[in-house]
Every structure is written in C-alpha cells, then in structure tokens.
C-alpha cells in the first residue's frame, strides 16, 4: 500500500488534533505543519517530528507533500485551498468548506482545473450511529423519509470566543451554523435528501460576538419530507445535546447524546435490535470546551483507502456534498436577514473532479 503524506496548514486546536490522530496511523506521514506564528509551527513540528514552514508557497515546493490539510480560520479555507491546489496538492479542508457557494463552486472549479483531489472533513459520518443508519438506509430497511428533528444545545463561554481574534467575526468565522452546526446540517442532508426550501430565524442572544449564536430553522425536502432544525451556543456551562431524530415510513431512530454518538430510541418494523459495531470515539477536548467527536483518524484511513484504489465506506464528503451544506446555510441566512422562505430547489451545476478508481458506494438510498 502506497503511503500518503500529509502537511497541516494552522497549527491552532483543530491542526493540533488532526496531528495527534495521524499518529500511529499505518501508511499515513505527517511530514511537514505551517502556521503564520512560527511558534505554533515549531512547536508542533518538534512533537511531531516533521518539518516547519511558515510560508504556505515554501510548503508547496515541499515534494514531499501529498495533501494539504487547511485547518485555518473559516473565511480563510477557500484562499488556502485553492492556492494549495494550484501548487498540485490534494486538499484536506476542515468544516465549514467555505462561507459563500461562489467560493466553495471556486475551490471545486480549481481541482477540475488542477486535475486534484478535494475532500472536506465531516467526521461524524463516522460515529457508530451515523453508520448504523447509513447501513439500514442502504439495505432499504427504514422506507421513505418522513421527518427529521435536529438539536444541537451546546455551550461556547466567553473564553471561547476570546481564545482567538477570528472566533465570533463575520468575515472569518461566518456564524454558529458554519462553525458548530454545519456538522448538523451536513448529517440532515445526508439522510434527508437534498431540499426544496428553508426558513430560518436567527439572533445574537447572549454573547458579544458578530455572528448568531441561536437559531431555528424549517425546511422541505425535495421528497416531500420535512425537517427542523434548532441550535445555540448559548446552553449554561456545558453542552447537553446534540441529536438527530429520523422517521422515515419503516421505522423512527433517535441518535442523541451530546455529539450525535449514542442511539436513544430505535423502533424499525422487522428488526428487534441494532448492535453497533465500535464504541464510539470520545468527543473532542478544548479544555474550556469540547467539541465534536474525534474520529479524524477514520478520515484519514479512508483516504488512504481511496488512494489506494481499495474503496471506501461512504462517509468520505467530496464537492457536491460540501456545497450542499453550504448553499443551505446560505439559504437559512437569506431567509433569517430578510423574512422569507428561500427556494433551493434549482439543480447544482458542477464540473467533474478527478477521483480515484475506486467506486463511490451511496450511504442512501434513492
């Protein structure tokens, strides 16, 4: 099996994890890390054993790198991606993709143009729920989509926006729905399908930020089926939720927990009980917060995999998946500034990139 080396661009809490999660990993090399603060650079070089750049064009020369993983600030994701794709790396690009479709469209644009690959991180499609569900979607056990609930009640204190400038800001954090809610609606979209309309109401209500720390939205699915969505920023000390509810014509599943990792309700017509195959991971510790579930190694595998021409499990997201999520978030902030319901149901015109040989297996069904 050929060996994919990768490079970590942003050496904050995110670059940090995704360095820790490489380890040990077979076939998978950290080799190079850059940050603007050659502090932060050094540092995680030391640990990791690899070399350090402080120059995004001086770790592109490096012949070494494979993939570059973008784990900088949002707003920043799409600049660095498709200059990393110009300089002939595959891209690695942390959530959200990007904070606009045009730029997400842009960044696809460039890998057709490169003749690269471009994935983007949506870790929990690994959470042993989440593949417990893809598993019944794709055996067509659960029918036809019905409704989902979504919930995410996390907490995000002052320290947390305080702990770096960009936390909170319009132009590089985006909002809450990019930042810590993306994950939710990637999931929703997942299952769902893709959407026909969205409404959203949104607020500011209890930090000094920028962007909405609340939000509830409303959408239809361009089956027929409905979907809600909740989320803040704003629960008291700590997270206590983060779930998605499916009822679908066979069948009505509760993933819940904090970080979308437990099952709580399970009735499908047929089946008497699930058994889930792995525990699932440990969320992902900040010290003054946590965050989602640490499952980037399962990432990391599958693009090993891919590469490798030895298929993967479904949960890898490519172009069309992250734009999706992205014109849906953009779809709830149109529809929170001006009052309305936002139509998104017009098809996503996108060039063909490049994969790997191996075939795409659909985690739904049709």
Not at 261 to 290: K, M
Request: hydrophobic share 40%.
């Amino acid at each position: 099996m050929k060996t994919v080396n990768f490079a970590i661009l942003g050496c904050g809490k995110i670059g940090t994890r995704h360095a820790e999660k490489m380890r040990g990993l077979d076939y998978v090399r950290l080799v190079a890390v850059c940050d603007v603060v050659p502090e932060r650079a050094n540092e995680l070089a030391l640990r990791h054993v690899c070399r350090a750049y402080t120059s995004l064009d001086e770790l592109l020369k490096d012949p070494e790198v494979d993939f570059v993983n973008i784990c900088t600030p949002s707003g920043l994701h799409p600049e660095h991606a498709i200059t990393s794709l110009k300089g002939g790396k595959h891209v690695l690009c942390e959530k959200p993709m990007a904070l606009t479709v045009a730029d997400a469209m842009a960044m696809v644009q460039t890998a057709k143009a490169a003749n690269r690959l471009l994935y983007i991180i949506k870790q929990n499609r690994y959470n042993p729920p989440i593949k417990l569900v893809n598993q019944l979607l794709a055996d067509g056990k659960l029918g036809a989509p019905i409704m989902c609930a979504v919930n995410m009640y996390w907490n995000r204190n002052d320290a947390y926006y305080a702990s770096d400038p960009w936390r909170g800001t319009l132009a590089l954090d985006g909002g809450t729905i990019y930042t810590q809610a993306s994950h939710f609606v990637d999931l929703m979209l997942h299952f769902m399908g893709p959407p026909k309309t969205v409404y959203a109401r949104m607020g500011t209500m209890n930090h000094e930020i920028e962007i909405e720390d609340t939000g509830t939205i409303v959408t239809e699915f361009q089956n027929g089926a409905f979907g809600s969505m909740n989320y803040t920023t704003c629960a008291t000390k700590k997270n206590f939720e983060g779930s998605i509810t499916l009822f679908f014509t066979k069948g009505t599943i509760k993933i819940g927990g904090e970080y979308i990792n437990t099952i709580e309700h399970f009735a499908v017509e047929g089946i008497d009980g699930y058994q889930l195959e792995e525990a699932a991971a440990s969320a992902n510790d900040y010290g003054t917060y946590r965050g989602s579930m640490s499952n980037h190694h399962e990432v990391f595998q599958d693009i090993l995999r891919h590469m490798n021409d030895e298929g993967y499990n479904g949960s890898l997201v490519y172009d069309r998946e992250g734009i999706e999520t992205i014109r849906f978030i953009e779809g709830a902030l149109a529809s929170a500034r001006t009052g309305g319901v936002i139509d998104l149901s017009a098809p996503l015109k996108l060039p063909k990139v490049r994969l790997p040989k191996a075939t795409r297996q659909p985690a739904t069904q049709a």
